[in-house]
């Protein structure tokens, strides 16, 4: 089994990656990628704990289009230079929405100190996973099993702390997928069922080269076989992963009858294939 789909400390993960090698070694993974949200500030880190555990190790990256769809990209090495403007971009309006949260939490009584909420991000990108990490740890959000409860009722759309909507920051899909090849990495539409696929044949003419076939809701719906046949018809190749945020996930995640679902290994070798033919 493979896992080419998980988030760190560095976006909206709960592990450090450190944490994820070990998760990597525990299940015996014959490879692993982190792709946190809009940065590649955990790549070296994770990439220095998988060669010392011995885990063979994709770096990688996801960002959201303004449109909608998710795309992960896929590196050879290290990102090449033209991922700098977007990761700064994402981060400079991710944090200008969280200032605004954290003002809105404020109104609520939740008094938190913003530098410690954006160094929980680090050089990464701050999210509201860092609101509730900091609300948890000064003991304003309750257990576990409550917190979803809590975070709709702050963080919903209808709650005193509603995030702001950024979809209008975000960048075209073309124009992440000509910044990914740019910088050297391939590019994949990450869980597909959720977005249109009408916007396909215009992300493969901008350079997508892949799908993510594998993952949880196409599992639990029945459609890994469509997708499938979605990417043979596009000469598309395959990928999967858990989308993986951390133990917190896990343990709602283990509600879900997820029997059966393993990205398996053989997606490796037409992915690697592609990943050493792009021009760093
Ligand atoms: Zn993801």
Same mark, same amino acid.
């Given at each position: 089994m493979v896992d080419l789909h998980q988030?760190?400390?560095?976006?909206?993960?709960?592990?450090?990656p450190a944490e994820l090698v070990e998760r990597a070694v525990s299940l015996s993974l014959t490879a692993m990628a982190l792709t946190d949200h809009d940065t590649t500030a955990g790549l070296d880190e994770c990439a220095r704990f998988a060669a010392e555990a011995g885990v063979r190790f994709i770096p990688g990256v996801?960002?959201?289009?303004?449109?909608?769809?998710?795309?992960?990209?896929?590196?050879?090495?290290?990102?090449?230079?033209?991922?700098?403007?977007?990761?700064?971009?994402?981060?400079?309006?991710?944090?200008?929405?969280?200032?605004?949260?954290?003002?809105?939490? %404020?109104?609520?009584?939740?008094?938190?100190?913003?530098?410690?909420?954006?160094?929980?991000?680090?050089?990464?990108?701050?999210?509201?996973?860092?609101v509730v990490a900091e609300m948890k740890d000064l003991g304003y959000l309750?257990?576990?099993?409550?917190?979803?409860?809590?975070?709709?009722?702050?963080?919903?759309?209808?709650?005193?702390?509603?995030?702001p909507d950024v979809t209008e920051n975000q960048w075209p899909v073309v124009e992440l997928i000509q910044m990914?090849?740019?910088?050297? %990495?391939?590019?994949?539409?990450?869980?597909?069922?959720?977005?249109?696929?009408?916007?396909?044949?215009?992300?493969?003419? %901008?350079g997508l080269q892949g799908i993510e076939v594998y993952n949880r809701n196409a599992h639990l719906t029945g459609n890994v076989e469509n997708l499938k046949r979605l990417a043979e018809r596009h000469g598309l190749v395959m990928t999967?992963?858990?989308?993986?945020?951390?133990?917190?996930? %896990?343990?709602?995640?283990?509600?879900?009858?997820?029997?059966g679902f393993a990205p398996p290994d053989e997606l490796l070798e037409p992915l690697l294939d592609l990943v050493a033919a792009v021009p760093a």
């Amino acid at each position: 089994m493979v896992d080419l789909h998980q988030h760190s400390i560095y976006s909206d993960g709960t592990s450090t990656p450190a944490e994820l090698v070990e998760r990597a070694v525990s299940l015996s993974l014959t490879a692993m990628a982190l792709t946190d949200h809009d940065t590649t500030a955990g790549l070296d880190e994770c990439a220095r704990f998988a060669a010392e555990a011995g885990v063979r190790f994709i770096p990688g990256v996801e960002f959201e289009a303004c449109e909608g769809p998710h795309v992960l990209g896929y590196f050879g090495g290290r990102p090449g230079p033209a991922i700098a403007t977007a990761e700064r971009d994402y981060r400079r309006f991710r944090t200008e929405s969280l200032l605004i949260v954290l003002e809105c939490l %404020a109104k609520e009584g939740f008094e938190l100190d913003p530098d410690s909420v954006l160094d929980r991000a680090a050089s990464g990108t701050p999210l509201v996973s860092h609101v509730v990490a900091e609300m948890k740890d000064l003991g304003y959000l309750s257990s576990l099993d409550r917190l979803i409860e809590e975070f709709t009722r702050l963080f919903g759309p209808e709650g005193p702390a509603a995030l702001p909507d950024v979809t209008e920051n975000q960048w075209p899909v073309v124009e992440l997928i000509q910044m990914l090849r740019d910088s050297g %990495a391939v590019s994949v539409l990450a869980h597909p069922w959720e977005s249109d696929l009408a916007l396909l044949p215009e992300m493969i003419e %901008a350079g997508l080269q892949g799908i993510e076939v594998y993952n949880r809701n196409a599992h639990l719906t029945g459609n890994v076989e469509n997708l499938k046949r979605l990417a043979e018809r596009h000469g598309l190749v395959m990928t999967g992963g858990w989308d993986y945020h951390g133990e917190a996930q %896990a343990a709602r995640l283990a509600k879900s009858d997820l029997t059966g679902f393993a990205p398996p290994d053989e997606l490796l070798e037409p992915l690697l294939d592609l990943v050493a033919a792009v021009p760093a």
